[in-house]
């Protein structure tokens, strides 16, 4: 075993590895958390850093394990058993039994995002009847396409009610490229994903929290075109933004747009004083047109506020996400944990973010297995068990936490 420690139980196993090699990290890491799983495993998950040769990873994995669906991407940190790395790769088995699985993969998201999901779902239900499906998992390209058009497309052909999750990959915060990893092969500018079906005696629990909060202020988007936001209120967008935050916090500037992500202001859902928002970060400025370029669409009209919160507040807001994935369990006994943080978070909390990661593990146990990867924008419902909540949405600076649950042969968990 690479690492201190690993993580195994009924349904899934999680193995780790640091090796240089990047051949040898892979099959380590996959041979760690097959041997550690009772039943054959039905799918992999693999999250790698960025410096990787990542044909040889791969090609580690199959080896070690050959034959068995794969998806997965590189990362702006790895989330495993022990902790948070950024030199790693974490691979999640998930046996077969109880659960099925298929994967597909939909390319040149950023030209055709439509297209792309298209092309994904048709390699997905060659191998499953959609009466079958149950959950989708997917890893879209990080750095290209436009995160509202994904999700779009994917409610059209699935319905707006169906359970939808997943995490952008990353490439280490140097936001030049990602890649996604499917049956082996790595690609480029592609979308990822994976359906799974289960019986009666397993749950999924999902949990999306943040702990960011409005500073008060809100406005409109008056101009857009894709990921480019023009005008806020009729004014240049880059302009009102720096007259929110003032000369000192502006000089922080691009690192500030995390610490000070865009709210986007869900009407549907609000109500009364209540108002429910989606973070949108801003990731790069664009000076000589005053606009801003996002990770996901604001579409015109949008109304929308500015938010921040402490390192504390967000400990608290993954801490939340982990009590709401519980609470959706209804129930059933925790048995894996799938974790999507933001780069912003990361960024945002420096040598306090394994404390998020030590939140969800104190909430719904530290025995259980847990991967994942801090990524470049998360999708996940603002809370499944509510019919007006349950739209899974495009989110940044954000936690989404996907947890299968079990009733069968466990006592009721609480």
Not at 152 to 173: C, K, M, N, S, T
Not at 202 to 227: A, M
Request: charged content about 20%; aromatic content about 8%.
């Amino acid at each position: 075993m690479d690492t201190e420690q690993g993580a195994a139980g009924r349904y899934a196993a999680v193995g780790t590895s640091a090796r240089e090699n990047s051949f040898d990290a892979g099959w380590h890491a996959a041979r760690e958390a097959v041997d550690r799983l009772a039943d054959p495993p039905g799918v992999l998950f693999v999250f790698a850093a960025m410096s990787y040769d990542h044909r040889a990873l791969l090609r580690g994995i199959e080896e070690a394990v050959p034959g068995v669906p794969m998806v997965g991407g590189t990362t702006a940190g790895e989330i495993a058993f022990g902790g948070v790395s950024e030199s790693s790769v974490v691979v999640l088995a998930i046996a077969s039994g109880a659960l099925e699985f298929a994967t597909g993969i939909g390319q040149d998201v950023s030209r055709d995002e439509k297209a792309a999901v298209q092309q994904m779902l048709q390699g997905i239900f060659r191998h499953m009847d959609r009466s079958r499906c149950s959950s989708l998992m997917i890893f879209p390209n990080g750095m290209g396409g436009d995160g509202l058009a994904v999700l779009d497309a994917l409610h059209r052909e699935l319905g707006e009610g169906f359970e939808i999750v997943g995490g952008y990959p990353g490439d280490d915060q140097r936001f030049q490229e990602t890649f996604q990893y499917f049956d082996g092969k790595v690609y480029k500018d592609a979308i990822a994903g994976v359906m799974i079906s289960h019986d009666a005696t397993l749950r999924t629990g999902i949990g999306v929290g943040s702990g960011f909060e409005s500073i008060g202020n809100s406005f409109v988007c008056t101009s857009s075109t894709g990921n480019i936001v023009r005008e806020f209120d009729h004014m240049p967008a880059l302009e009102l933004y720096r007259e929110f935050l003032g000369p000192e916090r502006w000089a922080r500037l691009p690192g500030v747009f995390m610490e000070y992500p865009l709210g986007l202001i869900d009407e549907q859902v609000s109500h009364g004083d209540l108002s429910c928002f989606q973070l949108r970060s801003g990731v790069q400025a664009l000076e000589h047109e005053g606009a801003i370029f996002v990770a996901a669409s604001i579409p015109e009209g949008s109304s929308l506020t500015l938010t921040t919160g402490s390192r504390g507040d967000l400990v608290n807001g993954a801490r939340r996400a982990a009590e709401q994935a519980k609470r959706t369990l209804q129930g059933a006994r925790p048995e894996m944990i799938i974790m999507f943080s933001c780069v912003g978070r990361k960024m945002v909390l420096g040598r306090r973010v394994q404390e998020e990661v030590d939140a969800v593990r104190e909430c719904l146990g530290y025995d259980i297995p847990i991967a994942g990867f801090y990524t470049y924008g998360e999708i996940g419902p603002i809370d499944k068990t509510r019919p007006t909540l349950s739209t899974s949405k495009f989110h940044n600076e954000t936690v989404v936490l996907w947890v299968l649950g079990s009733y069968h042969g466990r006592d009721a968990y609480g």
